[in-house]
């Protein structure tokens, strides 16, 4: 768990297009926050900035007490989720999973320990040995969960994790993550452009428009507001 604090955060891309005018915004102890909002509005932009892919141009990002807008991704204690799975091609399901805990340095014991009992979580301990083109999409997205998951993170970040399904499986998923959010406690940050899913998942929702907050509240706030 853990708090996530935007000050005044805000981006440029080098050729000067201004995507996030100067948001503020903070995600409480193991809140679920979803951004929505128009297409090209900074969505993926503002999470990869708190993913630490995209730098801040400024402002502040802070995590628990710690200011991280200089750390590498890696050191941010973020795992992040994204639409096309990002998997290994050429790593079975248990290394792609591993992939994190081994970079880090963690004892081999400890990571088929981690693995094995997040890979029962996720009903994928008999795929373990495959390879990501020898699963289905749902699979593949649980593996991806799996990866994030295995490291405990403090915060997740979801980039329109559910996109690539079928409408039925994206029901079934979009409920999985919710009862794993909600089990874990994990601090996340959800970005979608599916109304039902932003409802069903977010505890507040931000609505951004051009780079800026236009709203933020719980789902009956913001889509029954008259
Ligand atoms: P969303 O995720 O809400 O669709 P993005 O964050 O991808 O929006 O993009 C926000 C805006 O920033 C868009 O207008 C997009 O064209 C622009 N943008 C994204 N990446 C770059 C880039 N590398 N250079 C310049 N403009 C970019
Ligand atoms: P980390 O180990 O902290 O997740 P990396 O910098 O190794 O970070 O990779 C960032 C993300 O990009 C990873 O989550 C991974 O899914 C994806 N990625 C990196 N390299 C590859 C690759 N060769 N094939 C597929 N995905 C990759």
Redesign the pocket.
Known sequence: MATVTLEQMAKTYPNGFKAIHGVDLSVKDGEMIVLVGPSGCGKSTLLRMIAGLEAISSGQLVIDDKKVNDLE??ERDIA?V?QNY????HMSVFDNMA??LK?RGTPKATIQQLVTEVATMLELEHLLDRRPNQLSGGQRQRVAMG?AIVRRPKVFLFDEPLSNLDAKLRVQMRLEIKSLQRKLNTTAVYVTHDQVEAMTLADRLVVLNGGNVEQIGTPLDVYDAP
């Open positions: 991704p890696g992040m994204f990002a998997l290994y091609p992939y994190g970079n990866r």
